[in-house]
């Protein structure tokens, strides 16, 4: 699948390995984020990775991945209640990321700024507040809302800057591995 030169900021490797390297990515930080966190998975952080490393229906795959590693390790191995409440937050909570993803490519697709960083920042404030808005959105039928105290999304908001700096240091580090593999082939 062809990737849009304008679209795409994070290259850890070649653009035919970008859709497969970010879901191995990404379920694999949503299985360890699972088993560490349970419910504050980094849902935000996730899609700001996928919307940069893909264009935007990979991108929603991809995290629709992720989460149902999410989903499938807190039911099957953490033992979530099977009820209609546990499983219906599942699904608002596949909704945010989704929204997140969503979110974050519109961003990165819009701004064309060249400091990165800062681009990626500003898709990771969207990713979150589309995704808190999400759940958010829900409690009324749900219930919850006391869960969005300053301090809660506060300290989830951290925690997705926290994952997003570790992911794309991972990417950096596969992209540098790949830089001096590709490299010493050439010189041989």
Same mark, same amino acid.
């Given at each position: 699948?062809?990737?849009?030169?304008?679209?795409?900021?994070?290259?850890?490797?070649?653009?035919?390995?970008?859709?497969?390297?970010?879901?191995?990515?990404? #379920?694999?930080?949503?299985?360890? $984020?699972?088993? @560490?966190? &349970?419910?504050?998975?980094?849902? %935000? /952080?996730? !899609? =700001?990775?996928?919307?940069?490393?893909?264009?935007?229906?990979?991108?929603?795959?991809?995290?629709?991945?992720?989460?149902?590693?999410?989903?499938?390790?807190?039911?099957?191995?953490?033992?979530?209640?099977?009820?209609?409440? #546990?499983?219906?937050?599942?699904? $608002?909570?596949? @909704?945010? &990321?989704?929204?997140?993803?969503? %979110? /974050?490519? !519109? =961003?990165?697709?819009?701004?064309?700024?060249?400091?990165?960083?800062?681009?990626?920042?500003?898709?990771?404030?969207?990713?979150?507040?589309?995704?808190?808005?999400?759940?958010?959105?829900?409690?009324?039928?749900?219930?919850?809302?006391?869960?969005?105290?300053?301090?809660?999304? @506060?300290?989830?908001?951290?925690?997705?800057? %926290?994952?997003?700096?570790?992911?794309?240091?991972?990417?950096?580090?596969?992209?540098?591995?790949?830089?001096?593999?590709?490299?010493?082939?050439?010189?041989?």
């Amino acid at each position: 699948m062809p990737l849009s030169v304008d679209h795409v900021r994070l290259r850890p490797v070649e653009p035919r390995h970008a859709a497969a390297f970010c879901f191995a990515l990404l #379920t694999a930080s949503s299985a360890l $984020a699972s088993f @560490a966190l &349970a419910c504050t998975t980094p849902f %935000a /952080a996730f !899609a =700001v990775i996928a919307a940069a490393a893909l264009p935007q229906r990979p991108a929603l795959l991809v995290i629709t991945g992720a989460w149902l590693v999410n989903q499938t390790i807190g039911f099957a191995a953490l033992h979530y209640p099977i009820d209609a409440s #546990t499983m219906a937050w599942g699904g $608002a909570i596949g @909704a945010a &990321a989704l929204a997140a993803t969503a %979110a /974050a490519s !519109a =961003v990165l697709q819009h701004l064309s700024l060249k400091s990165t960083p800062l681009v990626l920042a500003i898709a990771l404030l969207c990713a979150y507040g589309a995704y808190e808005l999400t759940l958010f959105a829900v409690t009324p039928l749900l219930g919850g809302a006391g869960a969005f105290t300053t301090s809660v999304v @506060a300290r989830l908001g951290l925690l997705n800057i %926290a994952w997003l700096i570790g992911l794309l240091a991972t990417c950096e580090i596969v992209r540098l591995i790949a830089s001096v593999h590709r490299d010493h082939a050439l010189s041989r």
